[in-house]
């Protein structure tokens, strides 16, 4: 399957939620956030939430700024 | 104490109570102990971030910015820098939100363009309104435009912060008239944010009556950041405490300190 990961194609073997992608990408347990097609996904919802091929997902985390 | 003197009142931004009226930026630092160590030197209690694409697949025990300065401690405010419209201001405000966990007070800028990294204030307006009907608390960046304040103002930011001068650019406050504009007529606390070089600019806005400033460049750039951090505190203060104090009337001619009475040449 293929989505639109923090502004680059990637590839995934198969459907997947949030959660596994957050997993596969070793993030599980980090200060993130996630939004898939401009619309925040809540913590909460991680684990149901199935992704579609060309979903646009950006993951972000805090880093330091003014 | 007489009735009409001036009364210090906390820092209060959206119903938060801060005793300090310094907010410090985190950006620019070496690394995080440098940055916890800066921060906790300028006894800020309010400090910003930035909201970015988290780097994948690199090194997943990089460290979080987040656990150096841990949020029970510290209030975050989150910034939307490096946007330039309305749209990726609040897509990032609510990013942010979701990130800190429904935490709604954030820093709303909405640049116009690289070089000058000068306020869109087209844009900002927008999001500030958009942002205010999500239940955001939203402090904003803004060019130090009195008409500009008031808008926001009546939009329902909780603070209005003009630039004193460039974002970075360390030139102080290079419109002192136009800022004095802006607090007469502020109903919110006024904050400088962007410009200050050094502590006499930071007290010089504080002087003037400003609920706080904002500063990341003149610490994190500073040969001793950590120790510039403590001296920004002090100004701060000093200001603070000079404002409160109300200065000397400035005179055209000389006053002596010393009586004329009683001199040996009389």
Do not use: W
Request: charge should be negative.
């Amino acid at each position: 399957m293929h989505i639109q990961l923090n502004g680059d194609q990637r590839e995934f073997s198969s459907e997947l939620t949030i959660s596994e992608l957050i997993d596969q990408l070793a993030l599980t347990g980090r200060r993130i956030a996630v939004e898939v097609n401009e619309e925040i996904v809540p913590r909460s919802q991680h684990a149901e939430m199935h992704l579609s091929p060309g979903d646009r997902v950006e993951i972000v985390h805090a880093i330091g700024g003014g | 104490m007489s009735a009409d003197q001036r009364q210090d009142i906390p820092l209060t931004v959206a119903g938060r109570v801060f005793s300090s009226r310094l907010l410090v930026g985190t950006g620019k630092y070496r690394d995080f102990d440098e940055t916890a160590a800066a921060v906790e030197a300028s006894g800020t209690e309010l400090v910003t971030v930035a909201v970015r694409r988290t780097n994948l697949g690199q090194n997943p025990d990089e460290p979080n910015l987040l656990d150096a300065l841990p949020t029970s401690r510290y209030t975050i405010l989150p910034n939307t820098a490096g946007c330039y419209t309305a749209k990726d201001a609040v897509r990032t405000c609510k990013l942010a939100r979701e990130l800190l966990d429904g935490h709604n007070l954030v820093k709303l800028e909405v640049l116009g363009d690289d070089g000058t990294l000068y306020p869109n204030v087209v844009e900002t307006l927008k999001a500030a309104e958009t942002l205010v009907n999500d239940g955001f608390d939203v402090m904003v960046y803004t060019s130090d435009d009195p008409i500009v304040a008031k808008e926001l103002e009546r939009i329902g930011c909780c603070a209005v912060m003009p630039l004193g001068s460039l974002i970075g650019s360390g030139h102080g406050l290079l419109n002192p008239a136009t800022l004095e504009i802006i607090l007469e007529h502020a109903e919110v606390p006024i904050l400088v944010d962007a410009g200050i070089g050094t502590p006499s600019d930071a007290a010089l806005a504080m002087e003037m009556g400003c609920a706080g400033v904002l500063i990341n460049s003149a610490i994190a750039h500073a040969r001793q950041p950590v120790r510039m951090a403590h001296a920004m505190k002090l100004a701060v203060e000093a200001g603070r405490e000079a404002y409160l104090a109300e200065r000397m009337p400035r005179r055209a001619s000389a006053n002596p300190s010393s009586p004329f009475a009683g001199r040996i040449n009389a």
